[in-house]
């Protein structure tokens, strides 16, 4: 089960630390990401971390945004700094099996930049 929370409303310029508690899940075997949905269009990947390792940001997002996990405490997380009026969207936690694929996904947490 993942668990989403940390969105809201900020400026544009702004930063916000998103939060995943992610539990029955493996950093060891779980891919974790973070995606964000805009209504009408296709989700969109930001972010993987495998085994505690950034491994992949979107261009939309690089050298703005971070993804970490702790392990110790099952939480992931997405610090997003410098943000704008078009990263506007829902944000979701995505943890999948390396082998299998299997994914699981948490509800969502709005984040919303004003200008």
């Known amino acids: 089960q993942l668990v989403e929370s940390g969105g809201g409303l900020v400026q544009s310029g702004g930063s916000l630390m998103l939060s995943c508690a992610a539990s029955?899940?493996?950093?060891?075997?779980?891919?974790m990401a973070w995606y964000r949905q805009v209504p009408g269009y296709q989700r969109e990947r930001l972010a993987t971390?495998?085994?505690?390792?950034?491994?992949w940001y979107a261009d939309s997002v690089k050298g703005r945004f971070s993804i970490s996990t702790d392990s110790a405490k099952n939480m992931v997380y997405l610090q997003m700094n410098n943000l704008k009026p078009e990263d506007t969207a829902h944000y979701y936690c995505?943890?999948?099996?390396?082998?299998?694929?299997?994914?699981?996904w948490g509800q969502g947490t709005q984040v919303t930049v004003s200008s």
């Open positions: 029955g899940v493996s950093f060891d075997v779980y891919i």
């Open positions: 995505n943890a999948r099996h390396f082998l299998t694929e299997a994914g699981v």
């Open positions: 971390s495998f085994r505690g390792n950034p491994s």
